[in-house]
């Protein structure tokens, strides 16, 4: 459904939401100061075939031993340079209403490689003013701004009426990936990355599931 | 992968997460004075099939007229309804950090039919505070607050090493539905709806996908 998915990417998207699943388990084995793990244990802990965390695993370029398995550090660092957390990606934000004020102030973001190096509201009295220490701009500001910041990436908390609107406006200014946290489905050309994450969406498979176990 | 999709539930959890997209445009729709929308519109809008989005809304309860398709009115409301944002679901949020603080901030959620009553966290410090206006408690207070206020659906917030334990704590305490926002694959009894939502998972393949445009 995702606008990436008619592409061939290396890495299939069902691998690169699992990676980050091992990673936090394996970190937590690390913290009770395991040295090494199987993928039969992480399987077994993820609830995934042990093939399937094999063939994850592959990607990523880290080799396991016979009986031992995993060097669980190397394992660590492995995953978190293969999957982007320990650079650093600037990112605008765009709507700093509600949902994006707190994304600004999630600052487990930056641990996962992700820095709002600024905000852009179309409301005035904004300008000027910062949110968890991050600075707000007038939208009509970030053609100047991305001059100065250069940022990578655009996260869209606008309201839905504006988000293709805005997701036109940043992608000619240059930013090249957009992170959708709007119900509404941009559209953009071929060479834009596009990930949609509506929380919302989420709500109503949990709402449906809760009243059909209570039928 | 997700616990719940070995059982048979009635709607399928994918057409759970087009429906808000459809919601989003027909409310646009709306918006702008239209009165009527056929799923080929929709269909053109969302870039899903239309037979898929005829397919989708066969399971809400509401039928379109040959030529002129669906009211527009009657499809939000039917909508809104079929995915329970009208309705109020009490939720507790376990682990008020920087994720969590972030979601008690988070207006939106109430809109779509979630309302946090209360936040629970180990810090001693933050017991008898309040975060946007929502009560914050210890953990400890969890059993004598459920009895209070009777929340059906818990948040997970907590750093990834303690999401089991607070997973098993919770439901014990009553809680029938988790939204684990945690990377961390908790286990949880058959008759306990989990919904994951791991918005680091989403950035790693952003990332992967950024990089890969650019070799």
Known sequence: ????????????????????????????????????????????????????VAKDLSFVN???????????????DALESFLGFTSQHKAFLFGTGSLGASLLHDTGLTQYGLRIVAGFDVRK?????RINGIPVFHMDDF?????????????????????????ERIIAGGIKALWNFTPFRIRVPEDIVVQNTSIYAHLAVMFNRLNSMNH
Chains 1, 2 share one sequence.
């Open 125 to 129: 009295e904004l300008a000027g003013t």
């Open 62 to 76: 880290i080799a396991g031993r016979t009986r031992v398995g995993y060097e669980i550090a190397a394992l660590v």
């Open 143 to 167: 053609p100047a701004k991305q001059k100065e910041y250069g940022a990578t990436i655009g996260i869209i908390t606008v309201p839905v009426e504006k988000a293709q609107e805005v997701t």
């Open 1 to 52: 459904m995702e606008s990436e998915d008619i592409k061939a990417w290396k890495v299939p998207e069902p691998t690169l939401r699992r990676l980050p699943w091992y990673l936090a388990f394996v970190k937590l084995l690390q913290g009770k100061g395991e040295t090494f793990v199987s993928s039969t244990q992480i399987a077994k802990e993820i609830n995934v075939d042990p093939s399937q």
